[in-house]
């Protein structure tokens, strides 16, 4: 005789292992990743995100830059994007969203585009 085990649910996923021992290392966005320090972008747009008001911010720019590299790469809509964000595991590691985390809406990705203006954008990406 032999006990069905129940739904046993994971109370801690630590993403870094798990993404560590899950993404291949020769996808272009692993070697982006190695390459690319992306903290600039946080920086270069502090200025558009309140300091004081309101929530504090979830989708940083870093985070929303990274999925406009990933939209770009793979021709995606915002709905693609968005779904990619939410279920494709190398996608998630890249922009930096936890593997337990369901990621953000797609107009979240206008919102960006709509703060960054199309002067700010040409600084972030150096097409001057």
Known sequence: MFS???D???T???SPTVYKNL???DTILYRINQKIDFSFVNEACSDLYSHDKGRPVKNTPERMFRSLI?????DFSDRQMEHSARFDIITKWFIGIPIED???DRRALGDFRDRLGEERWKLI???N
């Not at 990933?70 to 793979?74: A, S, W």
């Open 12 to 14: 801690f996923i630590h």
């Open 102 to 104: 369901r990621s953000y």
């Open 4 to 6: 069905i085990l129940k």
């Open 23 to 25: 993404i291949p290392e």
């Open 70 to 74: 990933v939209q770009y790469l793979n």
């Open 125 to 127: 990406d150096g097409d």
């Open 8 to 10: 046993i649910q994971t």
